[in-house]
């Protein structure tokens, strides 16, 4: 109601002015009687923020086409209003368009009337300079980072996206949002992103937009994902060459910023009989009642994002001890397959040939022959059948000084070496050194 009224007010006060623009345009048929522009404070703030121009439209004949174009430049983007419509003889259209200011500052208004049918422009009429404040807010982008200040993939990351367009909004020209620097589509409006899952890399997310206007805003934001380490840890051997049945574990101790309760966990042992055995989720494994000989375990902890960490390491066990329980001696499985022990000082070597000295001598060479040949079939194996599991599970090492004794290397890959007095060592690769196989 108080926008009526104040039209009408409006068109009053325009009717001094009607046989002025008349006279102008007797040789056309679509007349303008009036028009003006006033500056208006919307708001009541105490400061002129729209321009409503009013026109007042009539024809001599039966009905016209007519086209009212409302030209607001301040300077730094002209935009045009149109009001296109049907004028019929006899009856006044009256044109009302509102301008908002969208920018402080002077804005220059036209109006231009238009005859659609021919396409001729029949009136252009300059209304002044109007001094306004802004009452509509330009497009505006924002984007806000919910993070850590140290990114690590598949940590919490979450981009906020704020977009507002009061002067498209007001004059139905909405645009649209584009989006650049992300790795994958994402919806035009889409708030928040999750970037939690992203590829770890550096990112500039840049957002264009632009209304029907011409009216545009850019917004950036820049950050960096970096890959999450992978699990730290450490394993502690007890019972290690120590007899079978004897208290034995492995238990695995986290390190760094590693949490045990968060990782995956497989333990992958290979008897001395090669038999693999796997198992879950294990932070202290129990090797108590293992057979006699070396077992290779291998260690795997598997982080929340993927990362893996593999640790392997060797447990030999002794054969049980004489005055062992029945459940002992059945979990060692059969005594002849135990390894040899030493006898200590009780033991008399007995030469093989002729004397002690020629025998080391002919054990030594024998074993340096076996290990050129057992060398020459591991290399092979390897060039013939390629890089399977198996072979990088159980490949041997390079063959250890065996520092003058007589060695060799059993079918799991362990190098032993033999004492003139009869006792053997095994070769440690984690530690790399000599190990003494005795009770």
Known sequence: MRTRILTLFIVAMMLPMLAT?????????IIVNGSGAFALDENNDGDLDLVRVIASIVTTAPTAG????????????AISFWNNTTVVYDESFIANTTVKAWEDGEYQITLRVWDLESGLMIHDEDLGVHDLMASLTPPQLSMDLESEEWIFTGDTCLIHRVSTDLVGEYYDVMGLVSIQGVPWLVGEYETPLDCSRWPAGDYTVTEHYRNGLGMTATESISFEIHVHPPPAFAVNQTGRSTEAGTPCDMEIFATEDTLLPEMTILWEVADPAQELTSYDDLEILDCTMWSPGVHKVRVTLTSPQGRETTIALNM?????????SLDVLNASGDSDRWP???????????????????????????????AIILGLLVANMMNGEGKKEEEMWDSAPLTPDSEGLPSFADESGVHWRQHPEGGVDWYDTSENQWISYQQ
């Open 21 to 29: 623009v008349a006279t102008a345009q007797d040789e056309s048929y």
């Open 316 to 324: 030999v066990r002794l054969p049980p001890a004489p005055d062992a």
């Open 340 to 370: 040899a022990t030493s006898q200590g000082d009780e033991y008399v070597p007995t030469p093989l040939v002729m004397s002690l000295s020629a025998t080391i001598a002919l054990v030594g060479s024998g074993g340096f022959i076996f």
């Open 66 to 77: 007519v086209g009212v174009e409302v030209i607001a430049d301040n300077g730094d983007m």
